[in-house]
T-cell receptor
């Protein structure tokens, strides 16, 4: 069974700083996708970034980038120039390319950006 | 275009009552998922629909939980004889499948069983 682990329940940084959220996963699959979702207090799950396992290049989306280490099964999220609007729960998620393609989520990291 | 919508936004019910939650996926999305999020936790997969294929019900926690979907449209999640441990946010997501592995989520229904 696939599992996703986020070892940082809470993090807090000052506005404009850079912050890195950790995620590790366990799977025997070779082809899969990894995601970071953001969940603000509104409850809406918002896709931040995704990474295909077969791509060696790390995905980037504006201020958001990942460090994907396939051999180590690690998938961290870096937020540069953090903004107050980045305050939210962040979830790491995994899906295979076969079957139901259901998302397997970590427990989440509560990130607070302080002014 | 319109995103995934869910209703009601909040539902308070008494223990033992049945509840029905509704999800309207994004038009054209063939795959639909239901997840449960308990307070302070990550999301747990409940059930998956893909077109007219038999649903994947492997995540349903008990036979009190059931879901239906007609074709590629609306889905309803029904919880019978609700228990306090059913209190959670129930999130629905839809996906194009085969072209994208991204799931687009609705705002969820917060269910409180008293």
């Amino acid at each position: 069974a696939q599992t996703v682990t986020q070892s940082q329940p809470e993090m807090s940084v000052q506005e404009a700083e850079t912050v890195t959220l950790s995620c590790t996963y366990d799977t025997s699959e070779n082809n899969y996708y990894l995601f970071w979702y953001k969940q603000p207090p509104s409850r809406q799950m918002i896709l931040v970034i995704r990474q295909e396992a077969y791509k060696q290049q790390n995905a980037t989306e504006n201020r958001f980038s990942v460090n994907f280490q396939k051999a180590a099964k690690s998938f961290s999220l870096k937020i540069s120039d953090s903004q107050l609007g980045d305050t939210a729960m962040y979830f790491c998620a995994f899906t295979t390319t076969q079957g139901a393609q259901k998302l397997v989520f970590g427990q989440g990291t509560r990130l607070t950006i302080n002014p | 275009g319109a995103g995934v919508s869910q209703s009601p936004s909040n539902k308070v019910t008494e223990k033992g009552k049945d509840v029905e939650l509704r999800c309207d996926p994004i038009s054209g999305h063939t795959a639909l998922y239901w997840y449960r999020q308990r307070l302070g936790q990550g999301l747990e997969f409940l059930i998956y629909f893909q077109g007219n294929s038999a649903p994947d019900k492997s995540g349903l926690p008990s036979d009190r939980f059931s879901a239906e979907r007609t074709g590629e449209s609306v889905s309803t999640l029904t919880i019978q004889r609700t228990q306090q441990e059913d209190s959670a946010v129930y999130l629905c997501a839809s996906s194009l499948r085969r072209t994208s592995y991204e799931q687009y989520f609705g705002p969820g229904t917060r269910l409180t069983v008293t």
